[in-house]
């Protein structure tokens, strides 16, 4: 829902001949259903491995908490961006936390 909502702010009028109602910017609303999801999981990815038993890389949960800490603040100030220049900073936090994740995986053995 939150990638459809940036799509078509970004893209007006191509929603409108779609027939998607006109959207007026691309507001906090639509910013938190397409950050608030990522944040959610994150948010959750990091409890789950936090009380896993077997977890001992704390650095990728300070990652992860770091990536929440940068995409709230980028939703609540996202009206300064275009909906697509916002869709990219959502996209490249994740996309710099996957490339740390895995840089930091432990090699088994």
């Keep these: 829902m939150g990638v459809q909502l940036a799509i078509e702010a970004a893209a007006p009028q191509y929603a409108l001949a779609a027939g998607a109602p006109a959207l007026e910017g691309f507001g906090l609303g639509a910013r938190t ?55 990219v900073t959502v996209c490249l936090v994740l996309l710099a936390l996957a490339f740390y994740e895995t840089l930091t995986e432990d090699v088994p053995g």
Excluded at 40 to 69: H, P
């Design 33 to 87: 259903v397409l950050a608030g999801g990522v944040i959610l999981f994150l948010l959750g990815i990091a409890f789950v491995d936090r009380i896993n038993e077997g977890t001992q890389n704390d650095r990728v949960l300070i990652a992860r908490l770091a990536a929440v800490a940068l995409l709230i603040p980028t939703t609540a100030l996202g009206s300064l961006l275009s909906p697509l220049a916002f869709t």
